[in-house]
């Protein structure tokens, strides 16, 4: 072990295997998990039969919530990674900071501007590092659709529209766990769109300063089912009888993950993981448009739905020498339904340039193996590996995390009120 970064992990759901199973395999050798922290022991025993069954790693220590300090002291981390319910991550990585350790959290960084000013506080007071995993950013046609933003093939950017789709299968997910109440996740708008918003400041190279947003609950959610004449109801869905014809049905005892992670869990917290896309107690959006001006005055146009019927999403960069667009059909998935590197994964795609005066073109990108159109291993490689000079720094610190959910939050804070939102007025960056 001597010369090996250590590591603990706050969260052994649906995210934690992404990262823990990259320690295990081909990071072994510069890296070493020690431990889980989880208000669920159920849920961390199956992660360490996973470690041991399915990786052929050694089981780790594990400890409950309210034992973190004790693992800070006993493991003795270099850094902590957060992949919590998001509304906790604050928590973890604001304290995690102040024992002495660098964090590396799932995105979200956190859901609302008083957490997040806590955690830039926090970096601030500590000087610690907040590292944000935002895969997209290494996704070979993102990187490339930055690079010919940089390299001039359109010009200043002006606009940008993007439009993103979650699919019956995919964004039907969200309504089934804690990501359907917003006090747990900030909604789609934060929850999902961080990734969204931090490609616009990535790709644009600007900050966001004002933002004016619609969005509204009118799919899921048993008052929608109701007015198209649906009559049978279930609060969940394993076992139940009601949910057998319901193509929105989750039927865990039939996924091995699903069930030790959730299922098999369920006695200790009361935690279900199948409840009814059509059932009382969602209040989150389906149905978001949103506008922001950036900081270089580009204006950005954005629409996000969790009912269609493929998915992907279109984008669009008009400048002032043409136009670049990029269309993306992805692989849909179920959060610890499968195949990990089906997230993201892609299956078409196109980014076509439209000169001002010249003829279109399209441009060829090779896609690579992983999740994310094989953007996963670069970023996992950036993390646990040795990480080449990347001329486009990709990489993502709290500032990024920050700037990728205020958007989000403002779009929030403005469904709320019918009022633009001004970034500056929700957080101070520190110089």
Known sequence: MSGKKKYVLVGSGGRA????????????????????????????????????????????????????????A????????????DRTHHTYIIRAMELG???????????????????????ERTGRNVRVTFNYRYAPHHTKAREL???????EVTSVHFEWLLNT???????????????????????????????????????????????????????????RGETRFYTRSTGNPNAQEDPFALHMDQHESLKGLYLDAEHEDGYIRDQSVFGDG?????????????????ILTYSLNAYLPWEGYRIAFNGTKGRI????????????????????ALKNKSIRVFPMFDAPYEVEVEEKAG?????????????????????????????????????????NRSIRTGQSVSIDELVKFHK
């Open 17 to 72: 295997e992404f990262f823990y199973s990259a320690i295990a395999t081909e990071y072994r050798d510069t890296s070493e998990l020690t431990a889980f922290c989880d208000t669920n022991q159920t849920r961390m025993d199956y992660a360490n039969r996973r470690l041991k069954e399915k990786y052929d790693y050694h089981e780790v220590n594990t400890y409950k919530a309210h034992e973190f300090e004790k693992m800070i």
């Open 169 to 227: 299968r995919h964004g039907a997910d969200y309504f089934r766990r804690w990501h359907r109440d917003k006090r747990n996740s900030g909604g789609l708008l934060v929850h999902k769109s961080t990734h969204h918003f931090d490609l616009v400041n990535f790709w644009i190279g600007s900050q966001p300063d004002t933002v004016f947003a619609f969005g509204d609950l009118l799919f899921y959610g048993k008052e929608n089912a109701e007015k």
């Open 371 to 411: 999740g994310h159109g094989g953007g996963d291993p670069v970023l996992l490689n950036d993390i646990f590996g040795t990480p080449t000079e990347d001329e486009f720094n990709r990489a993502a610190d709290h500032v990024d995390g920050a700037r990728s959910i205020l958007t989000g939050i403002a779009a």
């Open 149 to 155: 933003i940089r390299d001039g093939a359109i010009g």
């Open 101 to 123: 350790c660098d964090v590396i959290t799932e995105k979200p960084m956190t859901v609302d501007e008083e957490k997040c000013q806590d955690i830039l506080d926090a970096v």
């Open 74 to 85: 006993e493991e003795k981390p270099d850094s902590v990674i957060v992949t919590s319910v």
């Open 325 to 344: 667009e990029m269309n993306i059909v992805e692989q849909s998935y179920v959060n610890s339904g499968g195949d990990k590197a089906l997230e993201g």
């Open 282 to 298: 969602i209040n989150i959006e389906d149905t978001m448009g949103v506008m922001v001006r950036y900081k270089n005055k580009a």
